[in-house]
């Protein structure tokens, strides 16, 4: 499982933002995904993670080339993705398919289970072979052979997904990108969703990425986590590695979100809300992007954009000036001054006054 099957080379979406009676004069750009390189091994699930807003279904929208990169590579399976041209592109997108977060939506509700499998495999000439591809495709999802000739409406929202997971796979690609693949789904149906996708994935040498606003949906089935804000990855780590030891403050605050099963663990478990919104991507803090929202941010956060470095042999990526200080206790978190949070703020000196009023203990790395 070392091979890799998707390589994405500081990759960048800015959509422009577009002013006058006409729209004809940009304005300014939503810096959507703004430099980020990743890796993602043939057989895993590379999980990434990151509040609303902050890049990551238009990250793997810009992989697929269903929304146009602005810059950067994208290599899959040794082919430069970004050097293909109309049809070829077209044909290459079999391999790579996409599962959406709300099957209703995403599922033409006009349309039959069999026109809306078959769909696909019509625009890729597999059409003529379609008969027994679909009844097997709907076998490997858990459906019967008799939902082809039924709708959308006509199956609970669990199996709707089914559906979509199907019309996915009917196609045999290797990768698949699945945007927050159960979060439209009620928690008992979750699971058997994700289990779903894990069998697959045994069964067919698939590889994910999975895309999830919170960890913990992602932190069973991933391999590899890579977590997002503000258009950049800012730590990246095997999972296990991740939930251990978390480096990123941002990651530390999704974590502390999620709550562990365990009485006498989650008693000491960290707690770190975060203050404020996501600040506009159109509109990014100087420096670290978290920094407006980072309980250990000084100066120099202001100033100069943490890279995504390797921080030990782990292979653990964090992009954080003072990772080592933090997880060693020699840096701090600031005081509390909830009355002064202003997350909007964006210079240096508004930093202190912005920082997050919410820990109640001190950071125990
Ligand atoms: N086509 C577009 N034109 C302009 N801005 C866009 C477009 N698509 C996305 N954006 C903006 O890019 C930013 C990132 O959006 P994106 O949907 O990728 O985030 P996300 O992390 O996947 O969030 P969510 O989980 O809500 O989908 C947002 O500010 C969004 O408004």
New binding site residues.
């Given amino acids: 499982m070392t091979e890799a099957l998707v390589e994405i080379d500081d990759l960048k979406v800015h959509?422009p933002?577009k002013s006058g009676l006409l729209f004809d004069r940009t304005v300014g750009y939503?810096y959507?995904?703004d430099g980020v390189s990743l890796t993602i091994k043939r057989g895993e699930t590379y999980g990434l993670v990151?509040?609303?807003?902050?890049?990551?279904?238009?990250?793997g929208?810009g992989l697929l080339r269903l929304?146009e990169p602005t810059s950067g590579g994208i290599t899959f399976d040794g082919t430069d993705v970004r050097a293909l041209k109309g049809e070829q592109m077209r044909q290459f997108r079999r391999r790579m398919q996409m599962v959406f977060q709300d099957p209703m939506s995403s599922l033409d509700p006009r349309q039959s289970v069999e026109s809306l499998l078959v769909e696909g495999l019509k625009a890729h000439g597999l059409g003529a072979s379609a008969g027994e591809r679909l009844r097997s495709t709907l076998d490997s999802v858990g459906l019967p052979a008799s939902a082809l000739t039924k709708y959308p409406h006509e199956f609970s929202g669990g199996q709707r997904q089914r559906i979509g997971i199907a019309r996915a796979l009917v196609l045999g690609p290797d990768l698949i990108v699945a945007?927050?693949p159960v979060s439209a789904l009620d928690v008992s149906i979750q699971a058997q969703v994700v289990n779903l996708l894990g069998d697959l994935q045994d069964q067919l040498g698939l590889t994910y990425l999975v895309?999830a606003?919170d960890l913990a949906v992602i932190r069973h089935i991933s391999d590899t986590i890579g977590v997002?804000y503000l258009?950049a990855l800012v730590e990246e780590a095997e999972a296990g590695q991740l939930y251990e030891r978390p480096l990123h403050p941002y990651t530390r605050a999704l974590l502390s979100a999620v709550p562990i099963p365990d009485p006498q663990v989650e008693d000491r478990r960290e707690r770190m809300l975060l203050a404020g919104d996501l600040p506009?991507?159109?509109n990014p803090p100087s420096g670290c992007r978290f920094r407006t929202r980072c309980p250990w941010s000084q100066p120099r956060c202001a100033e100069e954009r943490p890279a995504l470095r390797v921080f030990d042999d782990s292979g653990q990526r964090v992009a954080c000036h003072f990772a080592e200080e933090i997880l060693s206790g020699s840096l701090l978190p600031h005081e509390v001054r909830p009355e002064l949070v202003r997350p909007d703020a964006d210079t240096a000196a508004g930093v202190e006054a912005e920082l997050i009023p919410t820990r109640n203990d001190i950071p125990t790395p």
């Fill in positions: 959509f933002i939503v959507a995904v990151g509040e609303s807003g902050c890049g990551k279904s238009t990250l929208r929304v945007d927050e895309i606003h997002m258009g506009s991507p159109a």
